[in-house]
């Protein structure tokens, strides 16, 4: 039986991102088949190879983040460095940057540039605020764009001051709006017989556009989402619990007919059977109430009580799972979302796996995150240039 090809399998992408949105936005593309072309600079690479943890003087999230990729190391300030891109434009399908808006006009690779040279050719621009607008110019990571888009504002407690999610969520929900963004171009030029065409992501309105119902609630009732801690007000009752032996719950018992199955299993058939509480607007009247009740109920019950009782009460929750709980979870590893990989010593080590499952054409790590300018001289000789051309790109400092 042969093995089916992948969904993007054949489309060629070249990236020129660094760090965490751009890179996640060709991962996913790498993926699930595209040919992804990482150009990078010969001085260090991309600055995630040194982030967070390092095994060998290289960043474990790296070799995720760049798996499947291959690393092409292009100093962009030489023109030469710029013909051998465009080069590699010539018969691209995506463009994916993350620079600066204005970097790439000033080299010489504005989109005029780069239609000109391949009308089919979909640009994604990841940045902070956008190719346009006051603020296009300023630099903005994903923490600034968390702020920017509301999210930061409406997370934490509300006695102290906001806090982030924990991980870099701005850049990675950006990343999937770029991916979205690529397919519609590309299903515009396949399907409609369109050329290609910009894909503007701005940061703060990747986090804006994930706001919920901020935006007509504050025109309309003059509504300023706040703070809430583990609660969400007007949805109740969700909200996170303390069990006995000092674990943490998510339990969301805010549909009609959970609630009732909720506090009939933990013993409280009255307020399972009160008319007030039959409907989500009556709850959340009575929500500091509910809260006490259920906090009483948790905290006298170790965790896998407690989960006992919710399961058999099929009520949606779920414990605060750490990595170390993921490692050994049935549900995940059922799965299969630990993918079996090799550092480059050959040390065993596991990494997350594919998302979205796709039921004939799946996703898959074929290898992990490239050595700096591993596939150069074999991505140069696709090009037409022969050892003795690469031998002087190198002396140049082009490659």
């Known amino acids: 039986m042969s093995t089916p090809s992948k969904p993007l399998a054949g489309l060629k992408v070249i990236e020129l991102g660094t760090l965490i949105a751009g890179p996640f936005a060709s991962r996913i593309c790498a993926e699930f088949g595209a040919d992804v072309i990482k150009v990078e600079s010969p001085d260090g690479g991309d600055p995630l190879r040194k982030w967070r943890k390092l095994y060998e003087g290289t960043s474990l999230w790296w070799f995720v983040q760049a798996r499947n990729k291959q690393s092409l190391t292009l100093n962009l300030k030489h023109p030469e460095g710029r013909e051998i891109l465009k080069r590699l434009l010539a018969d691209a399908d995506i463009l994916i940057e993350n620079f600066r808006p204005g970097v790439l006009e000033k080299l010489g690779l504005g989109w005029d540039v780069l239609h000109a040279l391949n009308p089919r050719l979909v640009m994604v621009r990841l940045s902070g605020f956008g190719q346009t607008g006051p603020m ?3 630099p903005g990571f994903g923490a600034v764009g968390e702020s920017m888009g509301g999210l930061r504002y409406i997370t934490g407690f509300d006695d102290r001051p906001p806090v982030r999610t924990g991980i870099s969520i701005g850049d990675s929900i950006a ?4 991916v979205i963004g690529a397919l519609m171009a590309l299903r515009h030029r396949e399907v409609n017989g369109g050329q290609g065409q910009v894909v503007d992501v701005a940061l703060y309105e990747a ?9 007509p609630e504050f025109d309309v009732f003059g509504f300023v989402r706040e703070r809430t801690g583990n609660i969400m007000p007007g949805i109740t009752p969700s909200s996170i619990h303390t069990s006995a032996d000092g674990k943490h719950v998510q339990i969301g018992a805010n549909g009609d007919a959970i609630f009732k199955r909720f506090m009939q299993a933990i013993g409280r058939a009255d307020l399972a059977h009160d008319p007030a509480l039959a409907s989500n607007d009556g709850r959340d009247a009575r929500r500091d109430e509910l809260y ?4 009483r109920w948790a905290s006298s019950l170790p965790l896998h009580q407690v989960m006992q009782v919710l399961t058999e009460a099929e009520v949606p929750a779920s414990r605060i799972y750490s990595a170390e709980d993921m490692f050994s979870d049935p549900q995940y590893l059922a799965r299969e979302m630990f ?5 480059p010593d050959g040390k065993p080590f596991k990494m997350p796996g594919i998302v979205p499952k796709l039921s004939d054409t799946p996703g898959s790590t074929e290898w992990v995150g490239p050595a700096l300018g591993e596939h150069t001289d074999a991505l140069l000789s696709r090009l037409g240039y022969d050892s003795a051309a690469i031998a002087m790109l190198r002396q140049s400092g082009t490659v």
């Open 207 to 215: 986090i804006f556009a994930m706001m919920e119902s901020m935006v």
């Open 292 to 295: 006490g009740v259920i906090d």
């Open 136 to 138: 296009k110019d300023q």
């Open 175 to 178: 990343a999937l709006w770029g």
């Open 339 to 343: 993918l079996h990989a090799r550092l």
